[in-house]
């Protein structure tokens, strides 16, 4: 164990007077697997919230949020687009650099997801691949593609290359049009089944992370029960999940049209944007969001 006091430099004299003595910088390991890991062991809970620029993944990241995800939600939030839908490869690691660059301007600790948009993993497992490396090459520590079963080989593919993995579950935006809405899924026996056997096909082929996007609470605490070394994260999906993400601009209370229920304006009570992802980290961490007796589907 290092002194704390050992790091206490000196008052420093200056043209313009005595500066008081620098605080040591904060001692933050970045967030790895192997600490979520440990997060997941202990029952701590995983907070992630999106950003899509430098200075909102700084502020994010010194507010305690262990995960920054470069969502293709900023086609709809920063490009004005009607879904995620048209955003592109380029836009992704545009953003993604942007974010890496805020967060090593500030020895950021966060573990950088970035989604791999639209079109850019479905044709082949060659074709994931390039696209999961134009964001690793971005900065990204993991990337997250959308889909049940069928991405297994491509999760497995990528996992046995070096490349981390997040999965999506569940409401998987991309696909709205096939969906026929933003609406919540699993509801059915028959859906849910499906569900819990696709999260365990991910698991299986290597994913370390799931995002749960509007599922009931009972199915996604359950499916985090039974994967342990698969850190769920839930957004519309109970308070049963290892972890919760929420879009940045929601929680800030900024947006382009209709709220998803499932939002908190973190903002509100705050009176800045730092404290309101402080709050955010506490409330996910005490278990008080999301509050299931509000919108447990
Ligand atoms: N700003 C923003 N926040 C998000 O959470 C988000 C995005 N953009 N873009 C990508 C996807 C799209 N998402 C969405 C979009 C709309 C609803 C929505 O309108 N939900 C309604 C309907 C629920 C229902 O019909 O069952 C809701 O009231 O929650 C939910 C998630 C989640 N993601
Ligand atoms: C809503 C989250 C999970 C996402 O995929 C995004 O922001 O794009
Ligand atoms: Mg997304």
Redo the contacts with the bound molecule.
């Keep these: 164990m290092t002194d704390p006091a050992q790091h206490q430099a000196a008052p420093q004299a200056t043209p313009y007077g005595t500066l008081p003595p620098a605080s040591p910088l904060p001692q933050r390991r970045p967030v790895s697997l192997p600490r979520l890991a440990q997060m997941r062991e202990t029952g701590e809970k995983i907070t992630m919230l ?1 950003a899509y620029d430098a200075t909102f993944a700084a502020v994010a990241d010194a507010a305690g949020v262990e995960c920054i ?1 470069v ?3 900023l086609g709809m939030v920063c490009q004005g687009l009607p879904s ?1 839908v048209g955003v592109s490869l380029d836009t992704m690691a545009y953003h993604t650099a942007s974010v890496a660059r805020g967060l090593h301007r500030v020895q950021g600790t966060a573990w950088l997801v970035a ?1 791999l948009p639209y079109g850019t993993y479905a044709e082949s497992r060659e074709q994931a691949l390039r696209s999961a490396c134009t964001l690793m090459q971005a900065g990204a520590h993991m990337v ?1 593609l959308e889909g049940g079963g069928w991405t297994a080989p491509t999760v497995e593919f990528l996992v046995q290359r070096g490349v981390p993995v997040c999965a ?1 579950l569940g409401l998987t ?1 991309q696909t709205v049009h096939a969906l026929g809405g933003y609406r919540v899924q699993g509801k059915t026996e028959d859906a849910a089944r499906t569900l819990r056997k696709e999260a365990l096909e991910l698991q299986n082929a290597g994913a370390a992370m799931l ?1 749960l ?1 509007m599922v009931p609470a009972a199915l996604a605490a359950e499916i985090t029960a039974e994967l342990p070394h698969c850190h769920t994260i839930g ?1 519309g999906a109970g308070n049963g999940t290892a972890g919760q ?1 929420l ?1 940045l601009h929601d929680m800030l209370g900024v947006n382009l049209g209709k709220m998803p229920k499932f939002v908190h304006n973190f903002m509100q009570d705050a009176g800045s944007v730092r404290g309101a992802m402080e709050a955010y980290v506490q409330a996910v961490k005490q278990g008080r969001f999301p509050d299931n007796t509000l919108h447990a589907w």
Aim: no cysteine; aromatic share 0%.
């Design positions: 999106t995800l969502g293709d939600s995620t989604d997250k999506h935006p995002v996007e957004i993400v879009v």
